[in-house]
């Protein structure tokens, strides 16, 4: 089954539409069609230099093929700001980038269905290692959780950090040992010289990428966006 790849922090519908199409051959031996590009994009509302106002995502969306996920990124936020926001954006997913309470998953498909894609986020540190599994242990016990995206933090911010957390502290003492099986989206400092890397050591259900594919804060690079894609999808290191 082919790796989930969610392009994160967009702040218009061009660097959005290089994500979705940018395919890789599916055979390079042969004509046979092309993979897809990124599965999901994500918007994210929160102070962040790639904050976008839901506005403004409500006008890049309708753009998009209905086939590709649009994720909106949610810090602090109440449930009738995510609901509000995600019926007037046409959003398929939210991430709860946050602390969120338990029931928040569950009240989110109540007003909005089972369809919408529910992610949340373990921020890894290796020194605890052991809180981070009974937390994902928790997800996976949710039936309203799709995946937990493990992502870096700093003293200043929770995503888009641009730092990678120990993996293989990660596979050792956490992957393996959350006595439940949960679908992960790695995530922090990735980029398309070490995503290949990555999957092969954490083994993830999809990954997700902000700053490793930027030129600068909120504006992508179409070269490292395919790069990404297309390493992510084969499987192969930078050369």
């Keep these: 089954m082919s790796i989930w790849i969610k392009i994160c922090g967009n702040t218009s519908l061009e660097d959005a539409l290089v994500a979705v199409e940018a395919g ?8 046979v069609g092309w993979k897809a590009g ?10 962040s230099p790639r904050r976008v106002t839901p506005a403004e ?22 449930l009738e700001e995510i609901v509000s926001t995600v019926q007037l954006c046409g959003l398929t997913g939210v991430q709860l980038h946050f602390d969120a309470e338990p029931e928040l ?17 373990v921020h890894f540190s290796a020194e605890s290692a052991a809180q981070h599994a009974a937390q ?19 003293a200043t911010a929770v995503g ?6 120990d993996w293989e502290a990660a596979r050792k003492t956490l992957l393996q040992n959350t006595g439940a099986p949960m679908r992960i989206v790695a995530a922090g400092g990735l980029t398309p010289a070490n995503v290949a890397e990555a999957i092969a050591m954490l083994r993830p259900w999809g990954v997700d990428a902000v700053s490793g594919v930027e030129t600068a804060p909120g ?18 290191p930078a050369s």
């Design 38 to 47: 990124a599965d999901a994009v994500g918007f994210v509302f929160a102070p």
């Design 219 to 236: 504006r992508k690079d179409p070269a490292k966006v395919r790069e990404f894609i297309r390493r992510a999808r084969s499987g192969n």
């Design 136 to 154: 994902i242990a928790e997800h996976a016990r949710n039936p309203h959780v799709d995946a937990v995206l493990m992502d870096s933090r700093t």
């Design 105 to 121: 998953p569950a009240r989110l498909h109540e007003r909005l269905g089972p369809e919408l894609r529910v992610l949340r986020v």
């Design 57 to 78: 995502v409500a006008a890049i969306t309708p753009h998009l093929p209905a086939t590709v996920e649009k994720i909106g990124v949610f810090v602090d936020a109440g």
């Design 160 to 165: 888009g950090t641009g730092l990678a957390f």
């Design 24 to 31: 890789v051959p599916a055979d390079r031996s042969s004509s």
